[in-house]
Protein backbone atom coordinates (compact mmCIF):
# COMPACT_ATOMS: atom_id res chain seq x y z
CA UNK A 1 0.00 0.00 0.00
CA UNK A 2 0.56 3.70 -0.26
CA UNK A 3 1.79 5.10 2.79
CA UNK A 4 2.43 8.21 3.90
CA UNK A 5 3.09 10.20 0.29
CA UNK A 6 1.92 13.59 0.54
CA UNK A 7 1.85 14.90 -3.41
CA UNK A 8 2.40 18.26 -4.40
CA UNK A 9 0.44 20.54 -6.29
CA UNK A 10 3.54 20.64 -8.47
CA UNK A 11 3.83 17.28 -9.03
CA UNK A 12 -0.57 16.95 -9.87
CA UNK A 13 0.60 19.90 -12.14
CA UNK A 14 3.16 17.63 -13.78
CA UNK A 15 1.23 14.69 -14.08
CA UNK A 16 -1.60 16.74 -15.48
CA UNK A 17 0.70 18.16 -18.16
CA UNK A 18 2.27 14.39 -19.28
CA UNK A 19 -1.30 13.38 -19.43
CA UNK A 20 -2.59 16.58 -21.75
CA UNK A 21 0.56 16.33 -24.11
CA UNK A 22 1.70 19.93 -22.55
CA UNK A 23 4.88 21.05 -21.63
CA UNK A 24 5.18 21.24 -18.02
CA UNK A 25 5.87 24.68 -16.96
CA UNK A 26 7.40 25.60 -13.22
CA UNK A 27 5.89 28.49 -11.03
CA UNK A 28 7.93 30.88 -9.73
CA UNK A 29 8.88 30.22 -5.97
CA UNK A 30 8.54 26.50 -6.49
CA UNK A 31 11.63 25.02 -7.55
CA UNK A 32 14.82 23.83 -5.28
CA UNK A 33 16.82 25.42 -7.69
CA UNK A 34 15.23 29.05 -5.96
CA UNK A 35 16.07 27.78 -2.36
CA UNK A 36 19.42 26.85 -2.70
CA UNK A 37 20.28 29.64 -5.23
CA UNK A 38 21.40 27.17 -7.86
CA UNK A 39 20.62 27.97 -11.34
CA UNK A 40 17.67 29.63 -10.13
CA UNK A 41 16.07 30.93 -13.10
CA UNK A 42 17.57 28.42 -15.70
CA UNK A 43 14.99 26.90 -18.03
CA UNK A 44 15.20 23.26 -19.36
CA UNK A 45 14.40 23.09 -23.48
CA UNK A 46 10.53 22.70 -24.17
CA UNK A 47 9.49 19.32 -24.02
CA UNK A 48 12.00 18.41 -21.37
CA UNK A 49 10.98 15.59 -19.47
CA UNK A 50 10.97 16.77 -15.87
CA UNK A 51 10.15 13.42 -14.18
CA UNK A 52 11.42 12.34 -10.72
CA UNK A 53 15.09 11.27 -10.55
CA UNK A 54 16.07 12.95 -7.16
CA UNK A 55 15.79 12.77 -3.30
CA UNK A 56 16.11 15.15 -0.74
CA UNK A 57 16.51 14.56 2.86
CA UNK A 58 15.45 16.68 6.17
CA UNK A 59 15.42 16.35 9.93
CA UNK A 60 12.61 18.81 9.71
CA UNK A 61 8.80 18.27 11.80
CA UNK A 62 8.26 16.54 14.68
CA UNK A 63 6.28 13.30 14.01
CA UNK A 64 7.12 10.58 15.74
CA UNK A 65 7.48 6.95 14.74
CA UNK A 66 7.43 3.44 16.20
CA UNK A 67 10.65 2.50 14.82
CA UNK A 68 13.48 3.14 12.51
CA UNK A 69 11.75 0.79 9.18
CA UNK A 70 7.74 2.53 10.03
CA UNK A 71 6.51 5.43 8.46
CA UNK A 72 5.03 8.88 9.82
CA UNK A 73 2.36 10.99 8.94
CA UNK A 74 3.63 13.83 6.71
CA UNK A 75 3.28 17.00 8.37
CA UNK A 76 3.59 19.02 4.72
CA UNK A 77 0.79 20.58 3.24
CA UNK A 78 0.36 20.16 -0.69
CA UNK A 79 1.82 23.71 -1.45
CA UNK A 80 4.84 22.85 0.35
CA UNK A 81 7.60 23.30 -2.20
CA UNK A 82 10.61 22.46 0.13
CA UNK A 83 11.42 20.53 3.18
CA UNK A 84 11.09 21.71 6.50
CA UNK A 85 15.05 21.19 7.23
CA UNK A 86 17.23 19.62 4.29
CA UNK A 87 20.33 18.41 4.86
CA UNK A 88 22.76 17.40 2.39
CA UNK A 89 23.94 13.90 1.65
CA UNK A 90 27.39 14.56 1.50
CA UNK A 91 29.69 17.53 3.30
CA UNK A 92 33.09 17.72 2.90
CA UNK A 93 35.83 20.01 2.69
CA UNK A 94 37.63 21.29 -0.64
CA UNK A 95 40.67 19.37 0.47
CA UNK A 96 38.17 16.10 0.95
CA UNK A 97 36.35 17.20 -1.84
CA UNK A 98 34.36 13.98 -4.13
CA UNK A 99 35.92 13.06 -7.16
CA UNK A 100 34.36 13.55 -10.78
CA UNK A 101 32.94 10.21 -10.82
CA UNK A 102 31.62 10.71 -7.42
CA UNK A 103 29.95 13.96 -8.01
CA UNK A 104 27.73 12.53 -10.60
CA UNK A 105 25.97 10.69 -7.80
CA UNK A 106 24.52 13.90 -6.33
CA UNK A 107 23.40 17.48 -7.88
CA UNK A 108 22.78 21.35 -5.89
CA UNK A 109 26.32 21.44 -5.39
CA UNK A 110 26.77 24.30 -2.61
CA UNK A 111 30.10 25.88 -1.07
CA UNK A 112 28.97 27.17 1.83
CA UNK A 113 31.87 28.50 5.13
CA UNK A 114 31.48 27.28 8.46
CA UNK A 115 33.87 28.45 11.49
CA UNK A 116 35.86 29.44 8.69
CA UNK A 117 36.12 26.67 6.60
CA UNK A 118 34.81 25.83 3.01
CA UNK A 119 32.86 23.01 2.67
CA UNK A 120 30.47 21.63 -0.37
CA UNK A 121 27.45 19.96 0.22
CA UNK A 122 25.41 18.11 -2.10
CA UNK A 123 21.91 18.13 -1.22
CA UNK A 124 20.18 15.92 -3.62
CA UNK A 125 20.96 12.44 -4.42
CA UNK A 126 20.45 10.98 -8.07
CA UNK A 127 17.94 8.15 -8.76
CA UNK A 128 19.32 5.21 -10.66
CA UNK A 129 16.89 3.61 -12.94
CA UNK A 130 16.97 0.07 -10.99
CA UNK A 131 16.57 2.14 -7.73
CA UNK A 132 12.47 2.65 -9.40
CA UNK A 133 9.79 -0.30 -10.38
CA UNK A 134 5.62 0.71 -10.66
CA UNK A 135 3.19 -1.89 -9.26
CA UNK A 136 -0.36 -2.05 -9.54
CA UNK A 137 -2.42 -3.84 -6.37
CA UNK A 138 -6.00 -4.36 -5.81
CA UNK A 139 -5.87 -3.95 -1.46
CA UNK A 140 -8.86 -5.69 -0.43
CA UNK A 141 -9.22 -4.85 3.96
CA UNK A 142 -10.22 -7.59 6.17
CA UNK A 143 -12.26 -7.34 9.44
CA UNK A 144 -10.39 -9.80 11.43
CA UNK A 145 -6.98 -9.15 10.48
CA UNK A 146 -4.56 -7.03 8.26
CA UNK A 147 -5.57 -6.26 4.84
CA UNK A 148 -4.88 -8.18 1.63
CA UNK A 149 -3.24 -8.02 -1.92
CA UNK A 150 -3.10 -8.75 -4.69
CA UNK A 151 -1.62 -8.00 -7.93
CA UNK A 152 -4.32 -5.83 -10.51
CA UNK A 153 -4.39 -7.78 -14.19
CA UNK A 154 -6.90 -6.99 -16.99
CA UNK A 155 -6.63 -10.35 -18.19
CA UNK A 156 -10.31 -10.89 -18.97
CA UNK A 157 -12.61 -8.98 -21.42
CA UNK A 158 -14.75 -7.69 -18.37
CA UNK A 159 -12.93 -4.36 -18.38
CA UNK A 160 -14.32 -3.54 -22.14
CA UNK A 161 -17.65 -4.26 -21.13
CA UNK A 162 -19.05 -2.47 -17.83
CA UNK A 163 -22.11 -2.91 -16.19
CA UNK A 164 -23.47 -0.30 -14.58
CA UNK A 165 -24.02 0.11 -11.15
CA UNK A 166 -27.33 0.58 -9.55
CA UNK A 167 -26.05 1.97 -6.31
CA UNK A 168 -25.39 5.84 -5.54
CA UNK A 169 -21.49 4.64 -6.52
CA UNK A 170 -20.77 5.19 -2.39
CA UNK A 171 -17.55 3.35 -1.86
CA UNK A 172 -17.52 1.27 1.19
CA UNK A 173 -14.24 0.06 3.60
CA UNK A 174 -15.15 -3.23 2.06
CA UNK A 175 -15.00 -2.73 -1.31
CA UNK A 176 -11.03 -1.78 -0.86
CA UNK A 177 -9.04 0.10 -3.84
CA UNK A 178 -6.55 -0.01 -6.69
CA UNK A 179 -3.34 1.05 -5.59
CA UNK A 180 -0.72 2.14 -8.74
CA UNK A 181 2.47 2.93 -7.17
CA UNK A 182 6.17 3.71 -7.92
CA UNK A 183 8.24 1.74 -5.32
CA UNK A 184 11.33 3.87 -5.05
CA UNK A 185 14.79 1.65 -3.60
CA UNK A 186 15.49 4.51 -0.48
CA UNK A 187 19.37 3.99 0.30
CA UNK A 188 22.32 5.23 1.89
CA UNK A 189 26.03 3.82 2.13
CA UNK A 190 28.03 4.01 5.42
CA UNK A 191 29.98 6.81 3.81
CA UNK A 192 26.84 8.83 3.42
CA UNK A 193 25.71 7.98 7.06
CA UNK A 194 28.85 8.92 8.01
CA UNK A 195 28.71 12.35 6.02
CA UNK A 196 25.01 13.25 7.21
CA UNK A 197 26.20 12.83 11.01
CA UNK A 198 29.11 14.89 10.21
CA UNK A 199 26.88 17.70 8.53
CA UNK A 200 23.95 18.22 10.90
CA UNK A 201 26.32 18.18 13.82
CA UNK A 202 28.31 20.90 11.54
CA UNK A 203 25.67 22.69 10.54
CA UNK A 204 23.16 22.64 13.86
CA UNK A 205 25.17 21.51 16.67
CA UNK A 206 26.15 18.26 18.19
CA UNK A 207 23.30 18.12 20.40
CA UNK A 208 20.66 17.93 17.19
CA UNK A 209 18.66 14.21 16.61
CA UNK A 210 20.45 12.92 13.72
CA UNK A 211 16.83 11.77 12.43
CA UNK A 212 15.99 11.85 8.71
CA UNK A 213 11.93 12.44 9.25
CA UNK A 214 11.01 14.40 5.79
CA UNK A 215 12.40 12.49 2.31
CA UNK A 216 11.29 14.85 -1.00
CA UNK A 217 10.73 12.64 -4.03
CA UNK A 218 12.13 15.49 -7.15
CA UNK A 219 11.69 15.71 -10.42
CA UNK A 220 13.96 18.28 -12.71
CA UNK A 221 16.60 17.74 -15.31
CA UNK A 222 20.40 18.13 -15.79
CA UNK A 223 20.92 20.87 -18.27
CA UNK A 224 23.55 18.76 -20.23
CA UNK A 225 25.00 15.55 -19.35
CA UNK A 226 26.67 15.65 -15.81
CA UNK A 227 25.79 19.21 -15.61
CA UNK A 228 23.51 20.76 -12.51
CA UNK A 229 19.57 19.87 -12.02
CA UNK A 230 17.41 22.93 -13.16
CA UNK A 231 13.76 23.35 -12.27
CA UNK A 232 13.81 20.63 -9.96
CA UNK A 233 9.98 20.47 -7.80
CA UNK A 234 9.36 18.20 -5.11
CA UNK A 235 6.68 16.32 -6.29
CA UNK A 236 6.10 13.87 -3.20
CA UNK A 237 6.95 14.76 0.78
CA UNK A 238 7.37 11.31 2.45
CA UNK A 239 7.11 11.38 5.99
CA UNK A 240 9.89 8.61 7.52
CA UNK A 241 11.83 7.89 10.78
CA UNK A 242 15.25 7.23 9.85
CA UNK A 243 17.85 7.25 12.78
CA UNK A 244 20.87 7.55 11.02
CA UNK A 245 23.15 6.27 14.51
CA UNK A 246 21.16 3.58 15.21
CA UNK A 247 21.16 2.11 12.18
CA UNK A 248 24.54 2.80 10.94
CA UNK A 249 26.59 0.16 9.81
CA UNK A 250 29.93 0.65 8.53
CA UNK A 251 30.04 -2.38 5.81
CA UNK A 252 26.41 -2.63 4.26
CA UNK A 253 24.35 0.46 4.96
CA UNK A 254 20.59 1.40 5.03
CA UNK A 255 18.23 0.41 2.20
CA UNK A 256 14.12 0.39 2.41
CA UNK A 257 11.54 1.44 -0.07
CA UNK A 258 9.35 4.25 -0.11
CA UNK A 259 6.25 4.32 -2.52
CA UNK A 260 4.17 6.88 -3.88
CA UNK A 261 1.42 7.05 -6.30
CA UNK A 262 -2.25 7.42 -6.45
CA UNK A 263 -5.67 4.82 -5.26
CA UNK A 264 -9.00 5.12 -6.76
CA UNK A 265 -11.80 2.95 -4.38
CA UNK A 266 -13.69 0.03 -5.77
CA UNK A 267 -17.54 0.84 -6.08
CA UNK A 268 -20.39 -1.54 -4.90
Known amino acids: MIINSQRTIYGLEYMTSKIAGDNHVT ?8 KHGILPTAKAPA ?23 EYSYSQHGIQDAALFQ ?10 QDLTATEQSMYKHRVSR ?3 GVQYFLYYLKVLQPMDISRETYVVTPSSVGPSSLSVFTTDTPAHLNPVM ?27 EMQDIQNAIDLLY ?21 GGEAVEVQIHYHVGTGIDIPLVYSPTTGYSRAIEIGGSEPLYA
Request: overall charge positive.
Open 27 to 34: RPNTTLNE
Open 47 to 69: GTDLGIKYLAIGIGGNNPVAGVN
Open 86 to 95: QIPFVMRTAA
Open 113 to 115: TVS
Open 165 to 191: RTSNRVPTNSNGYVSAMVKIKFSLTPS
Open 205 to 225: GTGTNKIITEIGVCGGVEVSP
